[in-house]
């Protein structure tokens, strides 16, 4: 069976590299927030409030992205949302209080949502074509460059200021924007058709959703949001927790969000596999329970190791439920139905950036770090909900 043609190939590729820029650019980031905490001189709870702003930025700008791909394209929007992106990295370093910071932390979550609900949607139009489950490929390529951006940050963290780390950032989301941008603005918002797949010329059809398909999205979008708390959670407070609870370096706390970006990166490269196997409900049941144990673990080892064993875990667990959420949310109602499922699902991240901060300060780090194995459970148990529904 000949494979697909070489436009489709590009447009992968392209794709591919910008999820791996937005990964690598936000993990960049997330390494250096405890030395951004003190530049700042924020409490916990301050802190929080002012992470706030990356998910408030996202969650206010998504469903407006959403009508934007569909007035100007998937494609369009992803390049300028990564040139916006790769402009706004650098701002942190330069704020000196937990309001400023809150303030270029809007700017940048801005940045952030309309980047991922724009290279979803491009995702989920260039998946119907190919007729494969491969978005965990893309969300892999996130994962990876996850991985490099917090490793690569974890080897500077000694040797560079925050300042010079992030402007770096910034020069290389540039220069692969010009580069990865190309393919996608050649073909403006339509996907280049497969011969014998059955589509027109004006790109993937419409989609109407009714009640029933609005439901349904609105039950992915729950799925994401239970995940992406966990995300946000280990991105944002990952390394506080390794390096203030447990005693770490700068550089074992970085390797923290490595290892738990590792294993969403192989669990996303299995994710094809695992879902032409299991099906996306099984694969749902079967991450959220992982997940649950593996938080378990992260949040109350009594050693570094362990909890990196833990971060791991819940890694591999977490691995392939959001790119199901969004990809199913998107199958059903085309970009509306990406942009309500990433609501949702970044609503995670708004919802955990300052209730970690305030659990941390009522209580302690580590207890407010099992909320995100609670989440995961619940993402487990809506998984198998909609399986004895009948949803597949």
């Known amino acids: 069976m000949p494979g697909p043609p ?11 590299a910008f999820f791996a820029l937005d990964g690598f650019v936000f993990a960049g980031w997330v390494v250096r927030i405890p030395a951004i905490k003190h530049q700042t001189g924020a409490s916990a709870s301050g802190l929080g409030l002012a992470l706030l702003g990356v998910s408030a930025g996202a969650v206010v700008t ?7 791909c569909r007035r100007h394209g998937s494609h369009r929007v992803t390049v300028v949302c990564a040139v916006l992106l790769s402009l706004s990295v650098a701002l942190p370093p330069l704020t000196h209080s937990a309001l400023t910071l809150g303030a270029v ?4 979550g801005a940045a952030y949502g309309g980047i991922n609900v724009a290279f979803n949607s491009a995702a989920v139009d260039l998946i119907a074509v190919l007729r494969r489950p491969v ?25 560079f200021t925050p300042a010079q780390h992030l402007l770096a950032l910034t020069v290389a989301g540039l220069l692969v924007t010009a580069v990865a941008g190309r393919p996608l603005l050649r073909y403006g918002g339509q996907v280049p058709q497969a011969a014998g797949h059955g ?3 004006a790109g993937p059809a419409v989609r109407r959703p009714g009640r029933r398909t609005r439901g349904l999205v609105v039950v992915f979008g729950l799925i994401a949001l239970c995940t992406a708390y966990g995300e946000g959670a280990m991105a944002d407070w990952g390394a506080l927790h390794l390096q203030q609870d447990l005693g770490t370096s700068a550089g074992v706390a970085a390797a923290g969000y490595s290892c738990f970006a590792l294993a969403m990166t192989i669990g996303r490269l299995t994710g094809t596999a695992l879902l032409e196997r299991l099906g996306r409900t099984r694969t749902v049941v079967a991450g959220g329970a992982t997940a649950a ?3 378990s673990l992260g949040s109350l080892a009594p050693s570094a190791w362990a909890a990196l064993l833990g971060f791991a875990v819940t890694g591999i667990g977490l691995a392939n439920l959001f790119p199901v959420a969004v990809e199913r949310a998107g199958t059903l109602a085309g970009p509306s139905g990406v942009a309500v499922a990433s609501t949702l699902g970044y609503g995670g991240m708004l919802l955990g950036p300052p209730a970690i901060g305030f659990m941390a300060d009522w209580f302690s ?7 995100v194995a609670a989440l ?3 993402a487990a148990a809506i998984g198998a909900v909609t399986h004895r529904a009948g949803v597949r």
């Not at 932390?105 to 940048?108: A, E, G, P, S, T």
């Open 135 to 159: 978005m965990p490929s893309f969300h892999a390529a996130f994962s990876l460059g996850g991985m490099l951006g917090a490793g690569l940050g974890g080897l500077v963290a000694g040797r």
């Open 365 to 371: 780090l580590p207890t407010a770090l099992t909320s």
């Open 199 to 201: 589509e027109t010329d």
């Open 6 to 16: 070489a436009p489709l190939l590009r447009l992968r590729l392209a794709l591919t």
């Open 293 to 295: 144990a593996g938080m």
């Open 105 to 108: 932390l809007l700017v940048f």
């Open 376 to 378: 995961a459970a619940v």
């Open 62 to 68: 998504m469903t407006l992205t959403g009508r934007l």
